[in-house]
């Protein structure tokens, strides 16, 4: 009986992992990525937890992100933005398709990373706005087990333009991340006022590939 409760269980997470892939509402999903609700994805998730050990939901998440398909057309703007997020949004998504706007020396310029291995960043960006509610502590989570893709995180409020190298970028965090788990691939963004961050993945030395933005929030 055990036995039996333990693979319906698994069948379950398994068949609501693929349910969360083939949602993709059409308001937000404008090229780059497909889009699940986090709820959803968070019982899922404690289910399968129960069940299995570590090792084993690890893998799972790389499978889920790896062999995903989402999509490779150009963003659907303004400008260079790919899809809005906020706070609750899961999205799996890759950067092959976007923009190619961005380079090493804006990072340093913006201060994003120090860049010490002096990489070119001459990949193809996802750009995502993301409105950060008032007195609000959001955390951005990046996993790319699929490809070598870098995050960064900045304040800038124009909705229309994204920036350009010259522009002055006052905040700005980068995170890097090849696996699943651990705290290295999280930054965290608060705004007494509330304001617009730009979440954007970028991929070293022409690097393309899958990866998946989480985005959860508290006041």
């Known amino acids: 009986m055990r036995a039996w409760k333990l693979s319906?269980?698994?069948?379950?997470?398994?068949?609501?992992?693929?349910?969360?892939?083939g949602v993709?509402?059409?308001?937000?999903?404008?090229?780059?990525?497909?889009?699940?609700?986090?709820d959803t994805d968070a019982d899922s998730d404690a289910?399968?937890?129960?069940?299995?050990?570590?090792?084993?939901?690890?893998?799972?998440d790389v499978e889920w992100i790896c062999d995903a398909d989402p999509s490779t057309a150009a963003p659907g703007g303004p400008d260079c933005y790919t899809a809005r997020l906020s706070c609750g949004d899961v999205v799996v998504?890759?950067?092959?398709?976007?923009?190619?706007?961005?380079e090493g020396e804006d990072w340093e310029t913006w201060f994003c990373t120090p860049n010490l291995d002096?990489?070119?960043?001459?990949?193809?960006?996802?750009?995502?706005?993301?409105?950060?509610?008032?007195q609000t502590n959001a955390t951005v989570k990046f996993d790319t087990p699929c490809a070598d893709l870098d995050l960064f995180v900045l304040n800038w409020r124009d909705e229309d333009t994204c920036?350009?190298?010259?522009?002055?970028?006052?905040?700005?965090?980068a995170v890097d991340d090849t696996g699943i788990?651990?705290?290295?691939?999280?930054?965290?963004?608060?705004?007494?006022?509330g304001s617009q961050y730009?979440?954007?993945?970028?991929?070293?030395?022409g690097e393309t590939g899958n990866y998946r933005i989480s985005v959860t929030c508290e006041d």
Request: glycine letters at 14%; proline letters at 4%; one cysteine or more.
């Open 8 to 21: 319906l269980v698994v069948a379950m997470g398994a068949l609501a992992g693929c349910d969360l892939i």
């Open 24 to 38: 993709a509402p059409s308001d937000k999903d404008t090229g780059g990525g497909l889009f699940s609700d986090a």
């Open 47 to 60: 289910d399968s937890d129960a069940d299995r050990d570590t090792d084993t939901d690890t893998d799972t």
């Open 93 to 102: 998504g890759t950067n092959e398709g976007g923009t190619d706007d961005y």
């Open 118 to 134: 002096r990489w070119d960043y001459s990949s193809p960006e996802r750009v995502y706005q993301f409105d950060l509610p008032a």
């Open 163 to 173: 920036p350009t190298s010259d522009a002055g970028i006052v905040e700005c965090e």
């Open 181 to 193: 788990g651990g705290e290295g691939e999280t930054v965290r963004v608060w705004d007494d006022e």
């Open 198 to 205: 730009l979440v954007i993945v970028d991929g070293r030395g």
